[in-house]
């Protein structure tokens, strides 16, 4: 079985301040990490994705995440956050190898980006 | 990225109702969908993955009869909430499984805001 976890559920930064939103996964097999935001009432949004090659993935809105496989850890980070990157975001992990995605989310960690 | 529709976004209904709810791949064939609730300030749950041309698989403690999943082609699936109660109120979402590309991923529809009076 596989879970992730996102110890943090709010993170309040400063405008044009660095920010991570730390998650850690468990997992027995190899596996593919995502992370996902979620604007108030609406859907998700894929941030980025790992799947395998090089650790440090970069994704939309200026966000990059890196995997440490000895961690177990997918943290997202972004250098400068604006207003608009308040939301909520959620990491997930899946197993490829059940012949279809089956996506374990975490809790999600509210980003309040402070003016 | 591809998009996924969902309608209605949001419904209200009386209790004992029952509620239809679609999901749409609209620039992709979808041949599993998946149906996610969240509750307030919680994570999505997996309620079920809808297969095309087959019968859905439920998560553990979702009850079949009570929430009806058809998915009659590669880009529509159908969740319907049967003698709706106020505990069904939550936040529905689906996602489409696209096979193709670098790799698989889920598309993510906007969501249903389902309240039931």
């Known amino acids: 079985a596989q879970s992730v976890t996102q110890l943090d559920s709010q993170v309040p930064v400063f405008e044009e301040a660095p920010v991570e939103l730390r998650c850690n996964y468990s997992?027995?097999?190899?596996?593919?990490l995502f992370w996902y935001v979620q604007y108030p009432n609406q859907g998700l949004q894929l941030l980025l994705k790992?799947?395998?090659?090089?650790?440090l993935v970069k994704g939309i809105n200026g966000f990059e995440a890196e995997f440490n496989k000895s961690q177990t850890s997918f943290h997202l980070r972004k250098p400068s956050v604006h207003i608009s990157d308040t939301a909520e975001y959620f990491c997930?992990?899946?197993?490829?190898?059940?012949?279809?995605?089956?996506?374990?989310f975490g809790t999600g960690t509210k980003l309040q980006v402070i003016p | 990225g591809a998009v996924v529709s969902q309608h209605p976004s949001r419904v209200i209904c009386k209790s004992g109702t029952s509620v239809k709810i679609e999901c749409r791949s609209l620039?992709?064939?979808?041949?599993?969908m998946f149906w996610y609730r969240q509750f307030p300030k919680q994570s999505l749950m997996l309620m079920a993955t809808?297969?095309?041309?087959?019968?859905?698989?439920?998560e553990q403690g979702v009850e079949k009869d009570k929430f009806l999943i058809n998915h009659a082609s590669l880009t529509l699936s159908t969740l319907t909430v049967t003698s709706a109660h106020p505990e069904d109120s939550s936040f529905y979402i689906c996602?489409?499984?696209?096979?193709?590309?670098?790799?698989?991923?889920?598309?993510f529809g906007p969501g249903t805001r389902l309240t039931v009076l």
């Open positions: 996602s489409a499984h696209e096979p193709s590309g670098v790799a698989d991923t889920q598309y």
């Open positions: 997992s027995s097999v190899s596996v593919y």
């Open positions: 790992y799947l395998s090659g090089s650790t």
């Open positions: 997930a992990v899946s197993d490829p190898s059940g012949g279809y995605q089956k996506v374990t």
């Open positions: 620039d992709f064939q979808a041949t599993t």
């Open positions: 809808s297969n095309e041309g087959s019968k859905a698989t439920y």
